[in-house]
């Protein structure tokens, strides 16, 4: 599945217009840092354009995402650590998907509908339970 979900209202995420920097820590605790460019984000699927999540992927960092970034699956839970701020508030469609994922936190997010606008660095945790044990081995 990839695309737009048809039942879920669009949320109010400004793209980023400045530089910043994305640190991802895997679920192995490897982190990787990311410079982001927002002359070259990616405005495909999945995921909202500017979504971590499309970050994420498009700088070679594998992040589970079932649904296809369409906010209708959990598999793309992150935790935001810092730089919380800069991102798109949660609106009520990712909330009930967060409430279906396993380990929720306050700084629990959708990486596909989070999206960051560059006003700060943005600091991110993949969960250890977040793997594909089935495409990934053990």
């Given amino acids: 599945m990839a695309g737009k979900n048809p039942f879920l209202t669009a949320p109010d995420a400004a793209v980023a217009d ?3 920097s994305l640190v ?5 605790g ?12 990616p405005n495909a699927e999945p995921g909202l ?7 994420l992927l498009a700088g070679g960092v594998s992040l589970e995402h079932s649904c296809g970034g369409v906010c ?26 967060l409430d279906t994922a396993p ?4 700084t629990s997010r959708l990486a596909c509908q989070c999206v960051p606008d560059g006003s700060a ?18």
């Fill in 30 to 41: 490897k982190e990787v840092t990311l410079a982001v460019d927002p002359a070259r984000l």
């Fill in 121 to 138: 660095a943005l600091r991110v945790r993949i969960p250890r339970w977040n793997r594909n044990a089935v495409k990934e081995g053990h």
């Fill in 49 to 55: 354009p500017g979504s971590v999540l499309s970050i």
């Fill in 24 to 28: 991802v820590i895997d679920e192995a």
């Fill in 72 to 97: 209708a699956c959990s598999t793309c839970h992150i935790y935001v650590e810092s730089g919380a701020s800069s991102c798109n508030e949660a609106n009520d469609d990712e909330a009930d998907m």
């Fill in 103 to 106: 380990a929720l936190k306050s």
């Fill in 18 to 20: 400045r530089p910043f």
